[in-house]
């Protein structure tokens, strides 16, 4: 059992997701979740959350239903600068970025092209995790980014939805086996996300923890369970 999850999102994402922060924060009690990260969609995304919405969560509880919740967001990655849909005097105020390719907003361009957009996001101090990246619409340089995100202090995840027979990004295990392996290779941390629109699959890991277990990652560099070094990484006081 895993104790986190760090990649989820409420109704302000779209996608037709009714589920508030609340219902989130139920669903992850009943889960005996400890730590719930609500990442809502960037404002590039359509119906997405505003810039007035990011801004009111640094007022939310901290604490809902027992269960210590942080407030992030997945950004859109929208050019090879590395250029994001979130001012930086907004993201400075939230508790770390996602940051992941979309394919309304970034088309898919060289593997140079989307390496270069990787590594040029990882140089906002805000964002903590790269999204989705064994996605198979990008070619990408998986040692390069995943050395930089040493270099960097960035985790990659692991994403349930990508891995789940529910999940449209193509057959991303080829990909997820080259993330795990530079990963190890360079002792870089990962997060299993459920990247849960709504409450259905919140803490759900059942494919994504299948396939690192079968990988033989090491656990000690899987960080869902490790919560106060989980906190460090995202810079969390």
Excluded: W
């Excluded at 600068?81 to 979130?86: R, S």
């Excluded at 490790?226 to 969390?236: A, F, G, H, V, Y």
């Amino acid at each position: 059992m895993y104790l986190s999850d760090i990649h989820t999102h409420s109704i302000a994402s779209g996608h037709g997701t009714v589920c508030t922060i609340s219902d989130m924060a139920k669903a992850a009690a009943r889960k005996n979740l400890k730590l719930l990260g609500i990442t809502d969609h960037g404002p590039a995304t359509l119906a997405a959350g505003t810039s007035s919405y990011f801004r009111s969560l640094t007022y939310s509880p901290k604490k809902r239903f027992g269960v210590e919740l942080l407030y992030g967001i997945e950004l859109n990655i929208l050019d090879i600068n590395g250029t994001v849909d979130l001012n930086q005097e907004l993201l400075d105020k939230l508790d770390y970025a996602i940051a992941s390719m979309h394919y309304q907003n970034f088309r898919p361009r060289t593997c140079e092209g989307n390496t270069t957009a990787f590594l040029n996001v990882m140089k906002n101090p805000v964002v903590k995790i790269l999204g989705h990246i064994d996605n198979t619409q990008y070619d990408l340089d998986y040692e390069t980014i995943i050395k930089a995100t040493s270099d960097n202090g960035v985790i990659l995840e692991i994403n349930e939805a990508s891995l789940a027979p529910y999940g449209y990004r193509g057959d991303t295990r080829a990909n997820c086996a080259q993330i795990l392996k530079y990963c190890r290779k360079y002792l870089v941390p990962i997060v299993l996300s459920s990247d849960s629109h709504g409450v259905g699959h919140i803490g759900d890991f059942t494919y994504a923890a299948d396939f690192v277990h079968e990988a033989m990652f090491p656990e000690s560099l899987i960080l869902n369970n490790q919560i106060p070094k989980l906190k460090m990484m995202l810079s969390i006081r």
